[in-house]
C-alpha cells in the first residue's frame, strides 16, 4: 500500500530564517506531487506540482520554491522565511488513471 | 478561473439525523471531483471521487452525487454519529492536465452525542 510521510510535524522559525520541509512517498512509482498551503481561517492553496524528477510548476510567485530529486521526494524550500509563510503545508501525491490525491499529515510552520 | 463554493459553512446537528452538504463550481469541465474530511491540526483524508462521468459514489454511510451541467454536488451523510465531526472539503480538477485540485473553503460538521 502506498504511504506518505512528511517532516517535521511543527517548526518555528524567525524571519528571515531559511526552511526546508520534506515529503516522501512509498508504495508507488513516478508519482504527481503537490505541495500546498492552508493559511488560518482560509482554502488550500496549490502552490507547486510536479510530474517527474526536476519538473516543477509554480502556481503562485512568492517567497517559496520547490524541488523534485527524486521520484518519490519532494522538497519544498525558502532562503528567507516572511511571517506571511506561516501556515500549514501539505503535501499530496496521485497517479493515473483517476488522479485521486492523497493527503500527508502536514507540517505546521509558524514564522515569528 | 474555476470557483468552489460549499454551504453551509458550518452544520451542527443532533446524532443520528441524515445530513446533505453543498458543493458547487463554476466550470463545468473538471476531470473529477473529490470530497475529503480534516480534523483539527491533521491532513486531509479522501472520502470519495466521483469521476466527471459517473453520478455518484457510494462509501458505507457517505453517498456522493454529481450534476456535472449544473456545477453542483452533495455528500450525504446518514445516521451520523460524535466520529463524523470534522470539516468537509469539495475539490475539482480541470481537465488542463496534471489534474491540479481547486478547494471550497469546507463545512465544519458538529455533530453532538
Known amino acids: 500500500s502506498q504511504t506518505i510521510h512528511q517532516w517535521p510535524a511543527t517548526l518555528v522559525q524567525p524571519v528571515g530564517s531559511p526552511l526546508s520541509l520534506e515529503c516522501t512517498v512509498e508504495g508507488t512509482s513516478n508519482p504527481n506531487l503537490y505541495w500546498y498551503r492552508q493559511a488560518a481561517g482560509r482554502g488550500l492553496q496549490l502552490l507547486f506540482y510536479s510530474v517527474g524528477i526536476g519538473q516543477i510548476s509554480s502556481e503562485v510567485p512568492q517567497n517559496l520554491s520547490a524541488s523534485r530529486p527524486q521520484d518519490r521526494q519532494f522538497i519544498l524550500s525558502s532562503k528567507k522565511l516572511l511571517l506571511s509563510d506561516s501556515g500549514f503545508y501539505l503535501c499530496a501525491w496521485s497517479a493515473g488513471p483517476l488522479y485521486e490525491q492523497y493527503f500527508g499529515p502536514g507540517t505546521r510552520l509558524t514564522v515569528t | 478561473k474555476q470557483e468552489v463554493t460549499q454551504i453551509p459553512a458550518a452544520l451542527s446537528v443532533p446524532e443520528g439525523e441524515n445530513l446533505v452538504l453543498n458543493c458547487s463550481f463554476t466550470d463545468s469541465a473538471i476531470y473529477n471531483l473529490q470530497w475529503f474530511r480534516q480534523d483539527p491540526g491533521k491532513g486531509l483524508t479522501s472520502l470519495l471521487l466521483i469521476q466527471s462521468s459517473q453520478r455518484e459514489q457510494t462509501s458505507g454511510r457517505l453517498n456522493a452525487s454529481l450534476d456535472k451541467s449544473s456545477g453542483r454536488s452533495t455528500l450525504y451523510i446518514a445516521a451520523s454519529q460524535p466520529g463524523d465531526s470534522a470539516t468537509y472539503l469539495c475539490?475539482?480538477?480541470?481537465?488542463?492536465?496534471?489534474?491540479?485540485?481547486?478547494f471550497g473553503t469546507g463545512t465544519r460538521l458538529l455533530v453532538s452525542p
Open positions: 475539490a475539482v480538477s480541470g481537465n488542463t492536465g496534471f489534474q491540479k485540485l481547486v
